[in-house]
């Protein structure tokens, strides 16, 4: 009997957790000193864990280099209304890797905006990779690839438009 109290106790904890989390809303800052976020993921994984609230979420990323892997999907409460921005703060802000096939994947993710960041690929196939997105907004994307991919322009971005509805 005593464990089902417990058990029960437990569930009802975990399922409250869940049912109340806060959408992000307003801004927050990734990387440089004091940070709502240290890196990319942990952004990520908050905005996917929570969803988009009230106004939307902009995320102002610190200058540095942010050597990871970047996929955003589908985000509860996401739309032109309550839109997510991606945007440096100042000075340069690059995303880089060389053991991922694309340094910046975008899967089902709409009404994100990438504002000012730079994509560093160094032995990728793919530097940024879209699929099913009906709205996306890129603004002072740099997209840097070296000299063997410069003549194949198709594999820095490669695009896949969203089914129609």
Known sequence: MNRLKLLTAVLLILVAHHSFATPLTGSRTIGGTSPNYTT????ISDLSANGVGTGGVTFNIRSGVYP???EISSIAGASSSNPITFRK?????TVQSSTQTSLIKLNGCDFVTFDGV?????????????????????????????ITLRMRLSHSIAITPAAKE
Not at 89 to 93: M, Q, W
């Open 118 to 146: 730079s994509v560093n690929d160094t032995s990728t196939s793919t530097s940024v990779e879209i699929t099913d997105i009906l709205s996306l907004h890129l603004r002072q994307l740099m997209v840097r690839v070296p």
């Open 40 to 43: 990319f993921a942990a952004a």
């Open 68 to 70: 990871e892997y970047v």
């Open 89 to 93: 703060e100042s000075g340069t802000v």
